[in-house]
């Protein structure tokens, strides 16, 4: 086995490195046991990873290529995806997450991996449940496993977790990263079964920072509590370099820390020097690509989603048409959801529907006229026949009861109207926006920046 072309030795690490575990911790997502209906084919983890290269992620983390056939092809194939992207956008490292055993070790190190992510559990119920071993057996057991590895591969970048870091007293933690510390690039305090609090992990950051000050720290979060991503934000805030993420958040029950989540949060909380080289645009893009693989829409939960720019009240929409400043407060644009939606429904106002009616489907309408429409519409939009939208119903009436007849706009023009929401003599405002109709039938505003 020969070093490959770049090791970690050389790599100057940014202020938070991303370690995607999409495709391991990802792959058990219940989600993805839906009856294979959600399976993840070869060419999906090629695009998944590509996809994480582009937006700026450094470090991998696959299953060992010994959990299955498909497993060993597919971390090949993700090798070579890699490969293909160095020129671009440099060196990214292919991490195994591999028990502290050799069968484990020897099928990551002929794949080819750049590091091994080692863990095995150091809490009461794993040690009595799980492998049977005491702290000091399972700590010889890892040490001796690790000496070799370290001694054979140099350029291997290593990393050791206790499993259930956090039901594993401090004391015990210590007991055994006191000994493997020497040897490891990082050391992994996993919540395993998400029980812990910001506050929590925050000291426990403090604590092993200071035990081991110069030894990188590793997080990963399980989203029981749904605390997966303050927990993670409290980490990297409290100097915790590395992150397990996934997409969406996708991982055992109901998953771990989503990789736009942290990236969001901690850019509106101006951490920036955590945000080195990561597209942040690419964000929203990288949740579709998720989500459009799993067959689904990206889930309301994700906190970069289209949901958090789309509005159904009447109250909400007519203050957002004005400006969307009024109920969207964080800066979804920048991370890629360029569009807020105004929901045409059956709690749509007045204001709303003279907007949609007067500058998207250019009725000439008057106020008292739209306010109008607006009683008769709401008797009527609860009996909507199947298959007919509000927008559908909103236009009929308008025609058929109003006799009112829509401007006839050139083509080219047709559904692009440009509007200007500020005031034009305020340099700084310039908040163009762009209105359509979506395939809802709901009203899209775009910013045009
Ligand atoms: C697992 C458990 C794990 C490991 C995390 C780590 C966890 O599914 O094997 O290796 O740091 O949550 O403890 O994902
Ligand atoms: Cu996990």
Sequence with gaps: MTPPPFTFAQYQPRGLEIIDVTLREGQQSPLLHDHFKYFLTTQDKQEIVRALILYGV???????PLVSPRESEDFAAVRQTRDELITQKGYTFLLAHVRTHPDDVESAIRAGADGLSFFIGTSDSSIRHKHGLGLGELTVRARTLIEQVKRDYP?????????????????????????IAPLVDRLGTPDTVGVATPDWVQSRVKALRSRYPTIDLEGHFHNDRGFSTVNALAAVKAGMRFMNTSLLGLGERSGITSMTALIYNLYIDKAYENLDGYHLRGSYPMNVLMADKLKMLVPSTEPVCLTNRTHAAGVHGKAVINNTETYEAHPLDQFGVTESEVLLGPLTGWNVIHYFLHEICGFDVDDATAKAIAVTYKTQVYHLAPGVAPSGLLIAIAENEYGLRAKKVPEEFRNQVVQRMTDPDDEDAGAEQVSQVSHS?????RSKR
């Excluded at 350029?155 to 499993?163: D, M, N, P, V």
């Excluded at 870091?165 to 933690?173: I, M, N, P």
């Design 155 to 179: 350029w291997l970048i290593l990393r050791f977790s206790g499993e259930d870091a956090f039901r594993t007293s401090e004391a015990d933690l210590f007991r055994v990263y006191d000994e």
């Design 58 to 64: 450094k470090f991998v983390e696959m299953f060992a």
């Design 441 to 445: 039938g709901g009203i899209i505003l």
